[in-house]
């Protein structure tokens, strides 16, 4: 029977390794395009998790657990987490993973992490993220919090106002605000010309 041992690797600092954003980002870019229509199979998902915790002498979660954690998940909560667990496929993140391990357990890891990251990233679809790159950037950027880790060559304060000047929920809710703005600012101008109208409308005689 193999023996999995929980990696250790950490930074200088005594946290996690960090994320190498432009790598998960670029990974996402080439990854959502397929998925866009794909019908994903949560058996091979819950499978390529567990062969990148191999890699890096991970016990994989219990496939029940996983099982549960999933339940009553739609079919792009689906393909957001394969293209979550996507991220893997590069070892500098299976690293990141392995480090991250020995400040959390690879449950909550997966549980909170990476389900947690596609059960309310409802707005990222696959065609929203194929799309722009910064919405693969705003992805990556949520898995490092998710996730728990810092993003190499940012303070935490630059990955959460990045985080936050990219947020497309924000970026739809201030467009919708602004729109009912335009509206009610036509509105206004046209119940003022009506109003010159009247006024400039000769008066009949009596």
Request: glycine fraction near 4%.
């Amino acid at each position: 029977m193999a023996i999995f041992r929980r990696k250790s690797r950490t930074s200088p600092a005594g946290e996690p390794e960090r994320m190498v954003l432009p790598l998960v980002a670029d990974r996402f870019s080439s990854i959502a395009p397929r998925l866009e229509d794909r019908d994903i199979d949560p058996d091979l998902v819950r499978a390529q998790l567990a062969d990148h915790c191999r890699s890096v002498e991970l016990m994989p979660v219990d496939p029940l657990a996983f099982m549960n954690w999933t339940k009553g998940m739609d079919a792009e909560c689906w393909r957001r987490l394969a293209l979550a667990v996507s991220a893997f496929e590069d070892p500098p993140t299976r690293d990141m993973l392995a480090s991250l391990s020995g400040f959390r357990e690879l449950a909550d890891i997966v549980e909170t992490g990476l389900i947690g990251l596609a059960r309310e990233s409802n707005l990222l679809t696959m065609a929203v993220l194929r799309q722009s790159e910064l919405r693969t950037e705003e992805y990556a950027r949520k898995l490092a919090r998710r996730l728990g880790v810092r993003i190499y060559g940012e303070t935490e304060e630059d990955s959460e106002r990045e985080l936050e000047r990219l947020d497309y929920g924000r970026l739809l809710a201030e467009a919708e605000r602004a729109k009912v703005l335009a509206e009610d600012r036509m509105a206004y101008l046209r119940e003022r010309q009506e109003e010159e109208l009247r006024r400039r409308r000769p008066r009949g005689k009596w």
